[in-house]
């Protein structure tokens, strides 16, 4: 694929468990046009990059400014607001997101209509949940000629070195109510496990993308102990001291290994379909999915506005593609 539109690509955590990965593959794809950003200064210049604090708008612009040839932004950070995605794409900066926050989701969104006059585009639920989550459900969806509901299972390995910022997102994540069911699915690789509801943003974008009423995401952990203990603490975390104690234990502990799964169920009526996925390094295939599709910005094969990866028809053969780069193992329907 050739890239169409000159100019750099700024990674924003482009150092991080995700943002490193991304930086890697468009390293390979867009030599000497990668810039990693991040907030401590001295890192970022290790790393051939500039200070950026996705927390500061108006300075994310002045670095926008003085790098002066910015055609995309991959946001491997999340930022508090819709602060850094509005200095992006009302400017006619392309921006990649990997956010999993729904709020945010639906905030970024809502710049369709700018984004579209300043001819930007930007990609939402890029990853592996939100991401892969939504293009599985997609196939699901379609092989039981349009479901009436999805239900999304998420197995992540508690073996690995998850980032600082997924390991806060997730521990906020826990303290949210749950508003359905626990639920046992067959993950490949796994066996048969119990997953709680989890508030991954793909439940809340499929309705609106693919017309589904009712989806559910749920997630477990590879080790059952773990999963257990993180679920029976989700009361607790509701005090952010507890949050705050949470966070750093779960950096500590690694307990199982790095595969993930994730696994799409849809039903219409009597119809059923299912389709899986398994992987090593949630962040490592976090990071492939966001440098393809940024690749795919590069190329010019994207329309301008907001959209989910579920909706872009130029990335329908991502899976396949992860696939062939053995990056995942497709479990097709049954
Ligand atoms: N969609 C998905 O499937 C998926 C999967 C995994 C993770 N994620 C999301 O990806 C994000 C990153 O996760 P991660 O595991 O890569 O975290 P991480 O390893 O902690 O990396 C975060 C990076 O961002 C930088 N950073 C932190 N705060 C910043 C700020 N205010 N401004 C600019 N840079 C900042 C950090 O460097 P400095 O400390 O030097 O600033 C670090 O390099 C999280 O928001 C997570 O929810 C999404």
Redesign the pocket.
């Known amino acids: 694929m050739t890239s169409v539109i000159s100019g750099r690509v700024l990674v924003?955590?482009?150092?991080?468990?995700?943002?490193s990965a991304v930086s890697a593959a468009l390293g390979e794809w867009l030599p000497g046009r990668v810039v990693p950003?991040?907030?401590?200064a001295e890192?970022?210049r290790e790393h051939g990059g500039v200070r950026?604090?996705?927390?500061d708008p108006g300075g994310f612009r002045r670095v926008l400014e003085e790098l002066g040839d910015v055609a995309a932004v991959v946001l491997?950070?999340?930022?508090p607001d819709v602060g850094i995605a509005r200095a992006c794409l009302e400017n006619g900066v392309h921006l990649v997101d990997?956010?999993?926050?729904p709020k945010l989701v639906r905030a970024v969104s809502g710049l369709h209509g700018k984004a579209s006059a300043a001819g930007a585009t930007g990609v939402l639920?890029?990853?592996?949940?939100?991401?892969l989550t939504n293009l599985l459900a997609r196939r699901a969806h379609e092989a039981v000629g349009g479901a009436e509901r999805l239900d999304l299972t998420v197995l992540l390995g508690s073996g690995e070195r998850?980032?600082?910022?997924?390991?806060r997102?997730t521990v906020e994540g826990l303290a949210e109510p749950a508003t359905a069911r626990a639920r046992r699915a067959f993950l490949p690789g796994h066996g048969t496990r119990t997953a709680h509801p989890f508030p991954f943003s793909d439940q809340h974008t499929l309705p609106h993308t693919l017309g589904v009423p009712d989806v559910t995401t749920r997630l477990c952990l590879d080790s059952r102990p773990l999963t257990a203990a993180l679920f029976a603490l989700r009361r607790a975390a509701r005090t952010p001291s507890a949050r705050r104690l949470l966070t750093a234990a779960f950096q500590r502990v690694h307990l199982g290994g790095d595969s993930f799964a994730i696994r799409a169920d849809a039903r219409n009526a009597d119809r059923t379909s299912s389709h899986a996925l398994t992987g090593n390094g949630?962040?490592r295939v976090?990071g492939l999915v966001a440098a393809h599709v940024t690749r795919a910005l590069m190329a010019g094969t994207l329309p301008p506005g907001v959209h989910h990866i579920e909706e872009l028809p130029s990335l329908a053969g991502l899976l396949e593609t992860l696939a062939a780069e053995e990056a995942v193992a497709l479990h097709p329907g049954s």
């Not at 482009?14 to 943002?19: D, I, K, L």
């Not at 950026?52 to 927390?55: G, I, N, P, S």
């Not at 998850?162 to 390991?167: E, N």
Request: proline content about 5%; overall charge negative; hydrophobic content about 35%.
């Open positions: 924003a955590g482009g150092y991080g468990a995700v943002g950003g991040g907030r401590n890192r970022a950026v604090d996705v927390t491997c950070v999340e930022p990997v956010g999993a926050t639920s890029v990853g592996v949940a939100p991401g998850h980032g600082g910022d997924a390991v997102w949630q962040s976090t």
